[in-house]
């Protein structure tokens, strides 16, 4: 069984930066494409940003273009998200999530098999 666990997130000023970690655990490799989610009270879970399972391919939301970057180690079974310049609208819930397939980079959830238990990021203004 895959577990996943965040790490990383917590209050920061507008303009200020955070690194989220996702660690992978269990019966894994590393040849998955892997995704971070969001969700803000009230609001439905957002795709952030994905990486294929080789790192050669990045996709990111338009909200996030240019601000955040998705990396991972796969020797570490560890993927982050690099958060720069944040804004109070990115206050919100961090899940990462992890996807069987090695094919194109999926921004719906419902393509996404495991989950974390998600981390909070709070920017203040």
């Known amino acids: 069984q895959v577990q996943l666990v965040e790490s990383g997130g917590g209050l920061v000023q507008a303009g200020g930066s955070l690194r989220l970690s996702c660690a992978a655990s269990?019966?894994?490799?590393?040849?998955?494409?892997m995704g971070w989610f969001r969700q803000a009270p009230g609001k439905e879970r957002e795709f952030v940003a994905g990486?294929?399972?080789?790192?050669?391919?990045?996709s990111y939301a338009d909200s996030v273009k240019g601000r955040f970057t998705i990396s991972r180690d796969n020797t570490k079974k560890t993927v982050y998200l690099q958060m720069n310049s944040l804004k109070p609208e990115d206050t919100a819930v961090y899940y990462c999530?992890?996807?069987?397939?090695?094919?194109?980079?999926?921004?719906?959830?419902?393509?996404?098999?495991?989950w974390g238990q998600g981390t909070q990021v709070t920017v203040s203004s």
């Open positions: 999530a992890l996807s069987f397939t090695q094919g194109i980079i999926s921004t719906s959830p419902r393509s996404y098999e495991r």
């Open positions: 990486i294929s399972w080789s790192g050669s391919r990045t």
């Open positions: 269990g019966r894994t490799s590393s040849s998955y494409n």
